[in-house]
């Protein structure tokens, strides 16, 4: 099952040829991984990316498009889960990591499949709307862009339902498909190698080095970046646990009349989220919550109901009338139990980077970015994001050093 987005996109990349060496073997060519060899093709490290279908098949090119600058957490529920320090911390790095995608995308993709209108949350109940305040409030105090939106300047088929929300003016949405070609060319402009069809069966750790298993071949590296979202736990199963698969639905609609706002839109919670494409259509994602534990599975499968009940709202509540819908679709999401994500050494040689919890557009970019600067020593690892958190077994662990 393909999404709209993969249409025209999707390149199926040879698989691994035999035994070949790198500095590093990436496991995984969704944004996370691609980010990471991005960057560190541009250090001069030789990497290899291997994925079990191709670049973009899984989330990355699977979900809602909604270029978000924020965290997994509202300000206000992650300061209180998280802790100020580290809030504000992890705030800054995903404004600055926002800042250079916006620059990728500008470069990636045309305005036809970039749009930075701002993305507006609108609240379920009271409860968030609270929160919402709170989130805003927390924003102004630190500088960060972002502001509530009252009821009375919301449109008419908006304020219908909801008493105002919290507008995040430097988010947006885009074609993601286009920012995997993107990364695609890029590190192979630099040499870096991508096999497609090519799924890891184990990694040894040998000789100060990894040697990365394939029914194809092997790769012998220094290190290995474990990059496969909720695919985790196959590779590393004291960690399946840590990244839990959840599916989340989409559809795409044909093109419709241009609607009443240009916002990307986040409602009720974050379990439905919309934006109007360029060329009119609609694209709408959500309702995990109507059957959480059947959305509890990583397999590629549309969920009747719920996406009964998305047509249903994209013309109730979107559109106003009856609309076609030309494509659906499924994705699976990596989500951790405390909404960080896992981004550092599992050990020496193996490092992590997965878990973002329905937000990776930026939050892939920052986790490749600490990676690959915390790796060349060029800052500390962040303790609370290690993937040893989760760690049931004691151990040396890289990230106290
Ligand atoms: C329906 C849906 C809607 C979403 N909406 C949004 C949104 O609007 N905004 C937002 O910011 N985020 C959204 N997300 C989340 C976002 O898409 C993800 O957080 C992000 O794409 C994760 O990137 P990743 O590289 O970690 O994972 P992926 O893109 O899933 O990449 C992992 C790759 O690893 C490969 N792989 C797995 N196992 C192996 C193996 N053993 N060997 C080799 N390769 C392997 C897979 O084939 C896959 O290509 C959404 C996700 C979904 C599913």
């Given at each position: 099952m393909r999404s709209y987005w993969h249409a025209k996109t999707l390149f199926v990349p040879h698989r691994l040829p035999g035994r070949i060496t790198a500095d590093v073997a990436v496991i995984g060519a969704g944004f996370a991984g691609l980010w990471f060899a991005h960057m560190a093709s541009r250090r001069g490290i030789r990497v290899v990316v291997l994925d079990a279908e191709a670049p973009g098949y899984g989330a990355s090119g699977r979900n809602g498009g909604l270029m978000t600058g924020g965290l997994a957490l509202s300000p206000s529920d992650a300061v209180q889960q998280w802790g100020e320090a580290l809030a504000l911390n992890l705030y800054h790095r995903v404004v600055r990591a926002q800042q250079a995608i916006q620059e990728a995308a500008a470069q990636a993709m045309g305005v036809s499949d970039f749009k930075q209108d701002g993305c507006l949350v609108l609240p379920a109940d009271e409860t968030e709307w609270q929160k919402l305040k709170e989130s805003a409030a927390w924003l102004a105090r630190h500088g960060f862009p972002g502001g509530i939106v009252s009821g009375q300047d919301l449109p008419q088929s908006l304020k219908n339902y909801w008493p105002g929300g919290l507008v995040y003016p430097t988010d947006g949405s885009w074609q993601p498909m286009k920012l995997v070609q993107w990364l695609v060319r890029a590190i192979q402009s630099r040499g870096g190698e991508i096999y497609g069809r090519t799924a890891v069966r184990s990694i040894q750790e040998e000789s100060g080095g990894v040697e990365v298993r394939t029914d194809q071949g092997q790769v012998a590296a220094d290190y290995a970046v474990l990059a496969v979202n909720a695919s985790l736990g196959r590779l590393v199963p004291a960690l399946a646990d840590a990244v839990v698969p959840t599916r989340g639905q989409m559809l795409v609609s044909e093109p419709v009349d241009p609607l009443p706002y240009t916002w990307a839109v986040s409602a009720d919670w974050g379990y439905l989220y919309w934006h109007q494409r360029p060329d009119g259509r609609i694209a709408l994602g959500g309702f995990r919550n109507l059957d959480i534990d059947g959305e509890g599975s990583d397999e590629l499968a549309l969920n009747p109901r719920i996406q009964e009940e998305l047509s249903r709202w994209l013309a109730?509540?979107?559109?106003g009338r009856p609309v076609a819908v030309d494509y659906r679709w499924a994705g699976i999401m990596g989500f951790t139990p405390d909404r960080l994500p896992l981004v550092g050494p599992w050990t020496a040689r193996q490092l992590v980077l997965a878990g973002?919890?329905?937000?990776?557009?930026t939050n892939t970019y920052m986790a490749a970015e600490h990676l690959m600067r915390a790796m060349a020593g060029d800052e500390d690892w962040l303790a609370p994001l290690?993937?040893?958190?989760?760690?049931r077994t004691k151990g040396d662990n890289p990230c106290k050093r």
């Open positions: 109730e509540r979107i559109v973002f919890n329905g937000h990776g557009s290690s993937p040893r958190r989760f760690s």
